[in-house]
């Protein structure tokens, strides 16, 4: 049948369905089942498995007993994106995360949202918040949202942006960090940094964790310094 009005072409479909599918795998904190994934992105079993063998032909996800999740070709297609960003970042958030005890990670916005480009775990905490490469939520959501916003004129923001969201990134901009409390993980709360060079898009660093006696404020300032040294070694 033609494509009609309106009527995406099936091979887009069909690539949509397949991105659609990569970004349920980022988005979740455990491998999934085929179910699983045919329930997040709304088609049959059996789609979903077509899908899951062409993805896994390209080593963008494998499978292990019964369980599926992101496959190490996708590492190397992520380390491509913002290469020079990332390349600088990569030490201050390790330096960051074994000075904290905490993950910390980046993030850059894409479109109306924020996406991890880059994480690094500590490397002598027993027990860590786990935030993967890929892994995306709404930019008004979250610590990493509010300080990427804070780096946006208001008429580039998404439509509809809650009132609190904007009060919240007015005291981002005073402060100089976000935080936040079980809004893009539950039970986890996230400290974060505005990170801005002439050269990228809008980022912030961040650091999540499940519960710590330290101030935000004292987080923030070690994360401050690590953006400063970024900045600087991107030439603004």
């Known amino acids: 049948m033609p494509d009609g009005?309106?009527?995406?072409?099936?091979?887009?479909?069909?690539?949509?369905?397949?991105?659609?599918?990569?970004e349920a795998l980022a988005d979740a904190r455990e491998p999934l089942t085929i179910d699983e994934l045919a329930a997040r992105i709304g088609?049959?079993?059996?789609?979903?498995?077509?899908?899951?063998r062409t993805l896994e032909d390209h080593g963008l996800v494998g499978r292990e007993n019964g369980r599926v999740a992101l496959g190490p070709r996708m590492a190397a297609l992520a380390a491509g994106v913002s290469h020079?960003?990332?390349?600088?970042?990569l030490p201050e958030l390790t330096a960051v995360a074994n000075d904290l005890g905490m993950t910390c990670f980046l993030v850059v916005l894409?479109?109306?949202?924020?996406?991890?480009l880059a994480s690094v775990e500590p490397r002598h905490?027993?027990?860590?918040?786990?935030?993967?490469?890929?892994a995306r939520h709404p930019v008004t959501a979250g610590a990493p949202g509010r300080a990427v916003l804070s780096l946006l004129p208001d008429d580039a923001w998404p439509a509809g942006a809650p009132a609190d969201v904007r009060a919240?990134?007015?005291?981002?901009?005073?402060?100089g960090y976000a935080t936040s409390h079980d809004e893009v993980?539950?039970?986890?709360?996230?400290?974060?940094?505005?990170?801005?060079?002439?050269?990228?898009?809008?980022?912030?660093i961040?650091?999540?964790?499940?519960?710590?006696?330290?101030?935000?404020?004292?987080?923030?300032?070690?994360?401050r310094r690590s953006a400063a040294t970024i900045r600087e070694s991107l030439g603004g």
């Open 110 to 116: 894409d479109a109306d949202e924020c996406i991890t």
């Open 43 to 52: 088609v049959h079993r059996s789609i979903a498995y077509r899908l899951l």
């Open 125 to 134: 905490a027993v027990a860590t918040v786990v935030q993967r490469p890929g």
């Open 168 to 175: 919240a990134v007015d005291r981002v901009r005073t402060r």
């Open 5 to 22: 009005p309106g009527r995406a072409p099936a091979a887009s479909q069909t690539l949509s369905r397949g991105i659609q599918l990569l």
């Open 206 to 223: 961040a650091v999540v964790h499940v519960a710590d006696a330290r101030e935000p404020a004292a987080l923030a300032e070690r994360l």
């Open 185 to 204: 993980i539950p039970g986890v709360a996230s400290v974060a940094v505005p990170l801005a060079t002439r050269s990228q898009r809008p980022a912030a």
């Open 84 to 89: 020079d960003l990332q390349a600088q970042a």
